[in-house]
C-alpha cells in the first residue's frame, strides 16, 4: 500500500509542538465522561530563574503541582493528520477508499518532563487555617478568664 506524505508548511517551518510528560495517571471525574475535547486540565506556568539558564514548568491540577524541566528528543516526532487524497481518481491500480495521505502539520522536538511526585498545594492551607482556628480558640479563652 501506498501512503502519501504531504507538507504544506511551504517556505515556512512547520509549527512547532511539545509534549507534555507525567508520571502516573490523570483520571477525570465520572461526570465528565467521553468529552475531553477543549477539557481545561490544569494550568502550566513557565518561570525563568537568574540562577539557571534553563527555565522551570509548574503545572497546576487541582490541588496539586508538579514541577518539571524541558527536555530535548534525540529524535524528532512529526504530527500527522489523515485525509482522502485528491487524486484517487489517478491511481487506478487502487481503489478510492485505500488511498490515504497523511499530512505533516507539526514537529516536536522537546517534551515537558514532570518525573517528581506532586507537591500537595492543600496542606500549606490547612495548617494556616489551623494556626489560625488556634489563635481565636485561646483569644476567645482568654477573654472568659479575664
Known sequence: M???????????????????????????????????????????????????SQPRYTFTV???ELSGTKVYLKKPLLVLKKKVAEDAAALPEFPASSTPELEVIGIICQKILFKTRP????????????????????????????
Open 2 to 52: 501506498q501512503i502519501r506524505v504531504k507538507c504544506n508548511c511551504s517556505d515556512e517551518k512547520c509549527p512547532e509542538w511539545a509534549i507534555v510528560e507525567l508520571q502516573g495517571v490523570v483520571e477525570s471525574q465520572s461526570n465528565i465522561g467521553d468529552q475531553i475535547h477543549d477539557l481545561e486540565i490544569g494550568k502550566l506556568c513557565c518561570s525563568s530563574s537568574s540562577s539557571s
Open 62 to 64: 487541582g490541588y496539586h
Open 119 to 146: 507537591k500537595a498545594l492543600i496542606s500549606s492551607t490547612v495548617s494556616i487555617l489551623q494556626a489560625i482556628f488556634k489563635l481565636l480558640l485561646l483569644n476567645f479563652i482568654s477573654s472568659f478568664i479575664l
